[in-house]
């Protein structure tokens, strides 16, 4: 017997969609919530007596769920013996303290959440005003993108304004703001990651991604565009223009 468990995917993370799709697999989910049943390191054997199935069967799954990310491993003798004739450590299995998260279109609410706590704490600890503290740090996320733009960069052949214009795309695109140009040239963000924040809080959030897109396109250079606010239904609200 088994009891099934609620999985919550939270957090950024690469191979999302990879861990979802191996709990879509009904024997795989089964033993996933035996692991988290568990709560404690758990072996093949002991996995394969609690839900009654072949041990390689469900050393095949406890093995791809941590391929996966979804569990971690580590050896153990679990005799305690140590020393010749201890045996072999046993392979266990527990869940993973990363956290996941799936969301389409693509959001990243604790991005805007870790932002904001940094503003707050440093209103707090320095005695910034909190418009200020919130501005300082969209502006060190902004640094924070332009630095990934620059390690997209390293190795290309070319340093001119396709390249960084292509690498700047890249980044956005990976942070869920589908960026898409336009005949005029113009990049339309078709998607904005603060979604419901930027519907409650507008001023806010909206201020926020301009400061922060404002930041990295000035600290990466020569990718030919401005930032504009200009808030449309269904979209973000900043849009990238030409430079003239």
Known sequence: MYVKTRLVLEGPAKGRLGAVTSLAEPTRRAVYDIVVETGEWISRDQAAESIGLERGTVA???????ADGLLEVDYQRLSGRRGPGAGRPAKLYRRSRRDFEIS???RDYEFVARMLADAADRSKT??????????DVAHAAGLRFAGEVRVRLRGTAGRGIRPRRRALLDVLAEHGFEPQAGADGTVVLRNC??????????????SMNLRLLQTAIDD???TGFDTRLEP?????????HPSR
């Open 60 to 66: 095949h799954h406890l093995d791809r769920l941590a």
């Open 126 to 135: 320095e005695g910034v005003d909190i418009a200020t503290a919130i501005d």
């Open 104 to 106: 389409l279109p693509p």
């Open 220 to 222: 990466i250079g020569e």
């Open 193 to 206: 990651p603060f979604h419901r924040l930027a519907q409650q809080h507008t001023e806010l959030i909206c």
């Open 232 to 240: 449309e239904d269904g979209l973000c609200c900043v849009k990238l």
